[in-house]
Each structure stands twice: as C-alpha cells, then as structure tokens.
C-alpha cells in the first residue's frame, strides 16, 4: 500500500505523520515539531515532563533545533527556567565551543555537535535530563551523553516524544535504560509493490 502518512500516538495526543522518502531503501514518519502549533507541543511537553518528574531534573537539555520546542515545554513543566541547547550549526556564540562529530539519520553528512563552554557550570554536577523529538539511530542522543559526562554532568534521564525503530537501543548500550518515550514509530522500506512497509528494527 502507498503510505502518504503514518498515524501515531504521542502520549495521549494522535497525530498523522507524512511519510517522505530519503532514498529508493528507506522513508521515514517525520515529525517536525516546530509545524506541530502551540497546544500540540505544550500538552506533549506536559506530559513528557510528568515521565521525567520521579528523576528530580536540575536541568534540561536538547540538541537543536526539533529539540528546542520540546525542552520549552518540558523545563516549563518541571517548574525550571534554564535549558541548554547544543548546536549543530556554528554560531558567533560557539567559537570556542566543546565539539564532538555526529551524523544524523536525517541529514546523511557528518556535522559537529556543539556545546557553549559558557554553558558548563550550567550542568556540571547537576542532575540532566537530555530530551528530544526523535530518538532514531541514537547517534545524536550518544553525542550529547559523551559532551555532557566530558564536563561532569549527570544524566538522569532522556526523554523524547517517539522512539524510531531499534537501532538507537543497540547504539546507546546501556544508556538506552535511561530512554522514556511518548510514543514509538517504525522507519518504512520498500514492499516490492511500489509502496512502503514497517519496519520496526531499522
């Protein structure tokens, strides 16, 4: 069957996700939170930081820029006023910037992920929560983990509005214990029929 859109719950909200192709091989649900409108990401951002609450977070923090609405929500939620975000676009603010490579499952090339080392008494010795969108192949959420523990933060927990597939639990080990989701979606690869099946490994 030709998927156009893939529906899904996200916490207790059901959206419609459109399916766009990355190659021949592999399409995937996008959520783009940033098109979701502001009832859509509070309610979300209610909701993940109830799952996070138990984990008495000192401070959230995201990777730009789908993240950004969620640490919003969530930090807003949890009661806190400060949230850091790491970057994968160089800035003025991030010249001096601590930086580890990553690669994104959406963008196919290597980028830099980058944390403002103004920052870091922000998050060194605190309790963390790293929050996201989408946890895909891990990749971004493994970076994050390795920049934050580098400056002596300690994460509690992650959060995210869906999971994708598996793959992110073999590249995270052991950390992938410390994933809560609202909600999971498989990627989709070609069923011979001209049209696109789940798969839920990856």
Same mark, same amino acid.
């Given at each position: 069957?030709?998927?156009?859109?893939?529906?899904?719950?996200?916490?207790?909200? &059901?959206?419609?996700?459109?399916?766009?192709?990355?190659?021949?091989?592999? !399409?995937? !649900?996008?959520?783009?939170?940033?098109?979701?409108?502001? $009832?859509?990401?509070?309610?979300?951002?209610?909701?993940?930081?109830?799952?996070?609450?138990?984990?008495?977070?000192?401070?959230?923090?995201?990777?730009?820029?789908?993240?950004?609405?969620?640490?919003?929500?969530?930090?807003?939620?949890? $009661?806190?006023?400060?949230?850091?975000?790491? &970057?994968?676009?160089?800035?003025? &603010? @991030?010249?001096?910037?601590?930086?580890?490579?990553?690669?994104?499952?959406?963008?196919?090339?290597?980028?830099?992920?980058?944390? /403002?080392? !103004?920052?870091?008494?922000?998050?060194?010795?605190?309790?963390?929560?790293?929050?996201?969108?989408?946890?895909?192949?891990?990749?971004?959420? $493994?970076?994050?983990?390795? @920049?934050?523990?580098?400056?002596?933060?300690?994460?509690?927990?992650?959060?995210? @509005?869906?999971?994708?597939?598996?793959?992110?639990?073999?590249?995270?080990?052991?950390?992938?214990?410390?994933?809560?989701?609202?909600? !999971?979606?498989?990627?989709?690869?070609? /069923?011979?029929?001209?049209?696109?099946?789940?798969?839920?490994?990856?």
């Amino acid at each position: 069957m030709d998927r156009r859109t893939y529906p899904v719950a996200i916490g207790t909200q &059901h959206v419609d996700l459109p399916v766009v192709a990355l190659g021949e091989d592999l !399409a995937l !649900a996008l959520l783009i939170t940033v098109d979701m409108g502001v $009832g859509f990401m509070e309610r979300a951002g209610a909701e993940l930081a109830g799952v996070l609450r138990p984990f008495d977070v000192d401070i959230v923090v995201t990777v730009a820029t789908m993240g950004i609405p969620v640490a919003v929500e969530v930090t807003r939620h949890l $009661g806190l006023d400060q949230y850091v975000i790491l &970057h994968k676009t160089p800035k003025i &603010h @991030l010249a001096d910037a601590i930086s580890e490579p990553v690669k994104s499952i959406t963008t196919g090339v290597e980028q830099r992920l980058l944390f /403002d080392r !103004a920052r870091v008494p922000d998050v060194a010795g605190r309790r963390v929560a790293i929050v996201d969108d989408v946890i895909s192949t891990g990749a971004s959420t $493994g970076t994050a983990l390795r @920049l934050l523990r580098a400056v002596g933060a300690h994460v509690v927990a992650i959060g995210t @509005l869906v999971t994708e597939a598996s793959l992110w639990r073999t590249s995270l080990g052991e950390d992938a214990e410390h994933v809560h989701a609202l909600g !999971a979606i498989p990627v989709f690869r070609p /069923d011979g029929e001209g049209g696109w099946r789940e798969d839920w490994v990856g």
